[in-house]
C-alpha cells in the first residue's frame, strides 16, 4: 500500500510525462532488485556486523539507477 501511495503522490505531484514515468517505474524495480541483491549477499555471507556493508552498497548500486532506484533505495529503507 505504501509503495502504491508513493507511485500515486509521485505521478501527480511530480507531473511526470508517460516516457519518463516507465523509466522511472524500471528504474524503481531495479534499484529494489539491488537491494534485494545486497541483501541475499548478507544472508550468504552471515558474517557478524557486515550489514552496514550490504546496506550501502545496495543503496549504492540503486541509486545508480536514477531517480527510481533511489525512491525505491529510500522506501526500502524506512521499512528496516
Not at 524503481?28 to 550501502?56: C, L, T, V
Request: proline share 1%; aromatic share 16%.
Amino acid at each position: 500500500m505504501k509503495l502504491l501511495t508513493g507511485l500515486v503522490f509521485c505521478s501527480l505531484v511530480l507531473g511526470v510525462s508517460s516516457r519518463s514515468w516507465f523509466s522511472f517505474l524500471g528504474g524503481a524495480y531495479d534499484g529494489a532488485r539491488d537491494m534485494w541483491r545486497a541483501y541475499s549477499d548478507m544472508k550468504e555471507a552471515n558474517y557478524i556486523n557486515s550489514d552496514k556493508y550490504f546496506h550501502a552498497r545496495g543503496n549504492y548500486d540503486a541509486a545508480q539507477r536514477g531517480p527510481g532506484g533511489v525512491w525505491a533505495a529510500e522506501v526500502i529503507r524506512e521499512d528496516d
